[in-house]
């Protein structure tokens, strides 16, 4: 029973995501940074800022789902940082670098893999990736937004696109209101 309820949810979710677009409207800056999640870090004192996720579906079937994540320290410095889930079915694709604008991501690194649900069209794998990047890039991109490549082992990426108008609401939610 919990697989097939498993399952459902999974499907109605790859469903719901097939028809985005790569474009988020003007008025969606608002609900990106009235959607950010902003926490308290206890560990440092400073502040984490979860963007909303971005969901979309590749040509191989790839589930993707990202995001953008800062850490704001008690000082003021900010780290940033793109997360990358990316669900798909078997065989094992095992991603391993990530291009930013054409450029390879020295930032790159694999946070997790995981093997869920087996059904006659295969088994289910999940991948989480998170690519660090700076302050300056991202205001660089604000004006058009940018494009990541996931590439795995065996030959098959995923595009990625990191909209303008999500940027600008996640700064500014990040930003904090200005006085």
């Given at each position: 029973?919990?697989?097939?309820?498993?399952?459902?949810?999974?499907?109605?979710?790859?469903?719901a995501?097939?028809?985005n677009?790569k474009?988020v409207?003007?008025?969606?800056?608002?609900?990106v940074?009235?959607?950010?999640?902003?926490?308290?870090?206890?560990s440092?004192g400073?502040?984490?800022?979860?963007?909303?996720?971005?969901?979309t579906?590749?040509?191989?079937?790839t589930f993707?789902?990202?995001s953008?994540?800062?850490?704001?320290?008690?000082q003021g410095?900010?780290?940033?940082?793109l997360?990358?889930?990316?669900?798909?079915?078997?065989?094992w694709?095992?991603?391993?670098?990530?291009?930013?604008?054409n450029?390879?991501?020295?930032?790159?690194?694999?946070?997790?893999?995981?093997?869920g649900?087996c059904?006659?069209?295969?088994c289910v794998?999940?991948?989480?990736m998170?690519?660090?990047?700076?302050?300056a890039f991202l205001?660089?991109?604000?004006?058009k937004?940018?494009?990541?490549?996931?590439?795995s082992?065996?030959?098959?990426?995923?595009?990625?696109?990191?909209?303008a108008?999500?940027?600008?609401?996640?700064?500014?939610?990040?930003?904090?209101?200005?006085?």
């Amino acid at each position: 029973m919990y697989r097939i309820i498993v399952l459902l949810i999974v499907s109605l979710g790859l469903i719901a995501c097939r028809g985005n677009d790569k474009v988020v409207s003007a008025w969606e800056i608002n609900d990106v940074y009235q959607s950010t999640i902003v926490s308290s870090n206890p560990s440092t004192g400073g502040k984490t800022y979860q963007g909303p996720p971005i969901n979309t579906m590749d040509a191989a079937n790839t589930f993707e789902m990202f995001s953008l994540r800062a850490e704001k320290s008690t000082q003021g410095a900010k780290t940033y940082e793109l997360l990358v889930h990316l669900t798909y079915f078997s065989p094992w694709r095992y991603y391993e670098s990530a291009n930013l604008l054409n450029k390879p991501a020295s930032t790159f690194k694999v946070v997790s893999r995981e093997a869920g649900i087996c059904e006659a069209r295969g088994c289910v794998f999940k991948e989480l990736m998170s690519i660090q990047v700076t302050d300056a890039f991202l205001r660089e991109q604000t004006d058009k937004g940018f494009q990541v490549t996931i590439s795995s082992k065996t030959g098959i990426s995923s595009d990625l696109f990191v909209p303008a108008q999500y940027l600008k609401g996640f700064l500014q939610a990040v930003d904090g209101p200005k006085n």
